[in-house]
């Protein structure tokens, strides 16, 4: 049903609109809302944010609806206005077009007439509305999908990508978030998110201030990867940089419970396949990476303790130049059949 606001100081005006449109009143297709001028409109459309079209006189006591055309678009940005005029009025006619009014009628006013030019309106109304929601999911999906992934999604050879996967050289880094989750298990649920949405911003920030990409979030980790020239050093610095933001956080009191935000840290890098994984039946596929080096990502940070962000000696011989690291030692890794030697990056 189209809600319309008509806005006259002409008091016989509002039982002619309901005598000429009765039949549509009566089966629900318009509902009219009045007003006696401009101030008492704003008040209206305070009042009915659902309103779809405002059709207006110009000449009206304490705010014309010149003035009103003008406050409208604070109002409610969706709303467009109809102005009705003597035809000789042309220049005010002119000055309400150029302020925004959609369309105008002439006084004497031909309801046929009028009623076209409402459904012409009331269509345009629905297409802004459409657009506006398609802006909002949009950004609703940025806020889970990365926009590089929704852009690629637009573009032409989107589909034909579906099916083409890739092997790259990157870098991949684990995250986790230590004694997370026995803190969450004595901790409302809204404190808990929030908690960790606090905590990943900060690691995502310096993610996306290297170019890196936040592959996903899974509990209270977050995987990240890197790809690009120098990626395998872009990844140490946001590593250091996340561990030493953990380390400057202040303690989080919940109760009697006493939570201190540490996080521990796994990087390789090297070859891994880059497509997409899932299932195509519940049409869910992630598109990210896999292998054995993202698998020994994973594994050294399992390895890594609190504050600690570990390499492999593979990855150590890379960066040992630029990074001051420390060797931990030999550990065995799942899945591995023999000892793998460790390294801590220090800074």
Not at 192 to 201: D, G
């Amino acid at each position: 049903m189209a809600k319309i606001l008509v806005v006259d100081d002409e008091a016989d005006l509002e039982l002619l609109i309901k005598q000429k449109f009765r039949k549509k009143i009566r089966e629900n297709v318009y509902e009219f809302v009045f007003a006696i001028n401009g101030e008492d409109a704003l008040v209206k459309v305070g009042e009915n944010p659902d309103l779809d079209v405002v059709l207006s006189d110009i000449n009206m006591p304490i705010m014309d609806g010149l003035t009103l055309l003008s406050r409208l678009p604070d109002a409610n940005p969706i709303l467009r206005a109809v102005v009705v005029s003597a035809y000789g009025d042309m220049q005010n006619i002119r000055t309400a077009m150029n302020r925004g009014a959609f369309d105008f009628v002439c006084k004497p006013v031909d309801f046929e007439d009028l009623d076209l030019t409402m459904e012409k309106t009331l269509t345009h109304v629905a297409q802004v509305r459409e657009t506006m929601k398609a802006i909002k999911e949009n950004n609703i999906l940025k806020m889970y999908v990365d926009e590089n992934v929704i852009n690629f999604m637009n573009s032409k050879g989107f589909e034909k990508s579906l099916y083409e996967n890739e092997i790259v050289d990157a870098t991949v880094m684990f995250l986790d978030v230590c004694g997370f989750t026995a803190f969450s298990e004595n901790v409302p649920a809204n404190e808990v998110v929030k908690l960790i949405n606090e905590l990943f911003e900060m690691i995502v920030k310096e993610v996306i201030a290297q170019n890196g990409h936040v592959d996903k979030f899974m509990g209270d980790a977050v995987m990240a990867v890197f790809r690009g020239k120098y990626h395998l050093d872009r990844a140490i610095d946001v590593a250091i940089a996340a561990r030493d933001h953990m380390k400057a956080a202040p303690e989080v009191v919940a109760g009697d419970k006493v939570f201190q935000p540490r996080i521990s840290i796994g990087i390789n890098s090297g070859e891994m396949i880059s497509g997409n994984i899932g299932s195509a039946s519940l049409r869910r596929l992630d598109y990210t990476v896999i292998g054995d080096t993202v698998n020994t990502a994973q594994r050294l940070q399992s390895a890594a303790k609190a504050n600690q962000i570990v390499i492999s000696e593979q990855v150590y011989q890379q960066i040992k130049e630029s990074f001051k690291c420390e060797r931990i030692g030999e550990v065995m890794l799942k899945n591995k059949a023999k000892p793998v030697i460790i390294y801590e990056v220090l800074e």
